[in-house]
């Protein structure tokens, strides 16, 4: 079956320690996602990537980090500068341009203490 | 620049009760609309999607919503709903203009009651 795996689903850390949180996609899509969800705030933007070693910041990129190195793979670091760095984090993927629907994998919870 | 406004955020019904979620936007040209599906703890999962055409969009679960653009607006709706149903609801807008920026709202809470 095609779709979008995130791990782990849980993560906890002590604060000013780096985190990576992977995702992977088989859907062969073109473009990535990373998103960060708190409570009431819906879904804001982190980093995008259209192609193979290019991506592009979001809105709330500072704190994070992104590599896209396989068209498959898009991991998320959470570096210690990240001021508020517990929430959910969704990663998705879409086929290409124009942002048709998107796919979304089941979420990794971070929790930072 | 665009933006989602979802009007409530939380939505409590009786079990096979009719249901609106409602949902405006704002763009200065034409957008996609979308409305997801989460559950607890999971990632979102897609209801339906207008990108042109009918106005009337039907979706998976029972679920349609109409395209308003006069009114720019893009209500969820469900004759019947069921305890699975609960659920949170986002709406989402992509504008024509190409790039990859989804909006998305705050998201609805839809609670059923027995």
């Known amino acids: 079956d095609g779709g979008i795996t995130q791990s782990p689903k849980y993560l906890f850390r002590k604060e000013g320690q780096n985190v990576t949180l992977s995702c992977e996609q088989n859907?062969?899509?073109?473009?990535m996602y990373w998103y960060r969800q708190d409570p009431g705030q819906g879904l804001r933007l982190i980093y995008y990537?259209?192609?193979?070693?290019?991506?592009q910041k979001g809105d709330i990129a500072e704190g994070y980090s992104v590599s896209r190195e396989k068209k498959e793979s898009f991991p998320l670091t959470v570096t210690s500068a990240q001021k508020n760095p517990t929430a959910f984090y969704l990663c998705?993927?879409?086929?290409?341009?124009?942002?048709?629907?998107?796919?979304f994998g089941p979420g990794t919870r971070l929790t930072v203490t | 620049a665009q933006s989602v406004t979802q009007l409530d955020s939380q939505v409590p019904v009786f079990e096979e009760a009719p249901v609106e979620l409602r949902c405006n936007y704002s763009?200065?040209?034409?957008?996609?609309l979308f409305w997801y599906v989460q559950y607890p703890n999971q990632g979102l999962q897609l209801l339906l999607k207008?990108?042109?055409?009918?106005?009337l969009v039907k979706g998976i679960n029972g679920f349609e919503a109409e395209f308003n653009k006069s009114q720019t607006s893009f209500h969820l709706r469900k004759p019947s709903v069921h305890i699975s149903d609960t659920a949170e609801y986002f709406c989402?807008?992509?504008?024509?203009?190409?790039?990859?920026?989804?909006?998305f709202g705050a998201g609805t809470r839809l609670f059923v009651k027995a």
């Open positions: 998705a993927s879409s086929i290409g341009q124009f942002s048709y629907e998107q796919y």
């Open positions: 859907l062969n899509h073109d473009a």
């Open positions: 990537s259209q192609i193979v070693n290019d991506f």
């Open positions: 763009s200065s040209v034409s957008v996609y």
């Open positions: 207008y990108l042109s055409g009918s106005t």
């Open positions: 989402a807008v992509s504008e024509h203009t190409g790039g990859f920026k989804t909006i």
